[in-house]
């Protein structure tokens, strides 16, 4: 069993805690597909834009005294991935990188997923997990879907199956997204259903399944029938209040964990705005979770040992490459 981080392999029990679901360089307005955003204002308030790289090292210097050892980046390919920053950054830092291969919403989707077939998408993402990203020798250790509308379909779909391909070829788990104002339209306010349908079809286990963004509308009973089929639950915009309230969160862990669920749940914040990160911009920084979460769940009962299961075990078991 490995972990692949941007500097190297490493045993699961050498992660440490882990938030499972950041950005640490990324840009939203290189995306090829652009003009399918809803809004295309040139802003850093709105656009996902970390670009600062020393100031990376800084933030995760912050999350290493704070407690974190590792995150996984899970920006791919088409808005800003860069594996040989990360890399830079996970050395000067000392933090554990896990970078990110697959695709995010149509709109950073590259033109390639709609001239090649799936076959072809199947082996550069399998290429990617086993030899490296371009000719770096960087490699991802996991895999992403991320889904823009309220239904998976076309080129999301097509990226989807060449996603769970990969997986079952390689053992890396696989991390979801879906766009929050879709939630609305989605039976449980998530698309982590119809994500294990599909990847089921493909014969992916639900295991290697982590679905993302789950406390942004969230449906406890729906969350607690995935998870009892052995999806990973993460909670990754803790501290955007814009979605929910972090007394909630920390109400829906607890219901997770009353459900005996604890094995299934991972933590989070999805920082990927300078306006979120950084501390003069009203920023929370990676360490949010330190600050903060972690007292709101002592509150509600959950005890350390717990919460040392969400952010040190689970994270390991889930991003573990079983051969």
Request: with cysteine; charged share 25%; proline share 2%.
């Amino acid at each position: 069993m490995r972990i692949q981080t941007v500097a190297g392999d490493i045993d699961p029990l050498d992660l440490g805690r882990c938030q499972t679901h950041e950005h640490v360089v990324c840009d939203q307005r290189l995306a090829p597909r652009l003009q399918l955003q809803e809004s295309t204002r040139e802003v850093e308030e709105t656009f996902m834009i970390l670009d600062d790289h020393q100031r990376a090292v800084s933030e995760l210097l912050a999350y290493g005294r704070r407690g974190g050892a590792a995150l996984v980046e899970v920006t791919t390919s088409g808005w800003g991935r860069d594996v040989e920053a990360l890399q830079r950054i996970a050395q000067a830092s000392g933090i554990h990188i896990v970078a990110t291969g697959g695709y995010y919403i149509e709109p950073c989707i590259p033109y390639r997923v709609d001239e090649v077939g799936l076959d072809q998408l199947t082996a550069d993402l399998v290429r990617e997990v086993t030899v490296g990203v371009g000719e770096t020798g960087i490699k991802v250790g996991v895999l992403k879907s991320g889904i823009y509308r309220s239904r998976i379909e076309g080129t999301e779909e097509k990226g989807l199956r060449a996603v769970a391909r990969a997986s079952l070829q390689t053992g890396v788990a696989i991390t979801t997204h879906t766009t929050g104002s879709r939630r609305y339209e989605i039976v449980g306010g998530n698309m982590g259903r119809e994500h294990l349908r599909i990847l089921a079809g493909e014969g992916v286990r639900a295991d290697r399944l982590i679905v993302g963004h789950v406390d942004e509308r969230p449906d406890i009973h729906f969350l607690l029938g995935l998870a009892a089929e052995g999806c990973y639950i993460q909670l990754d915009t803790i501290g955007k209040l814009r979605w929910l309230a972090d007394g909630t969160r920390a109400d829906l862990v607890g219901a997770l964990i009353a459900g005996g669920q604890l094995d299934r749940i991972l933590l989070s914040t999805d920082r990927c705005r300078k306006a979120e990160l950084y501390q003069e911009m009203g920023g929370l920084g990676y360490t949010y979770v330190f600050d903060s979460f972690l007292d709101t769940l002592k509150e509600r009962g959950v005890t350390q040992g717990e919460i040392d299961h969400m952010l040190i075990a689970n994270p390991a078991r889930a991003l573990a490459i079983p051969h």
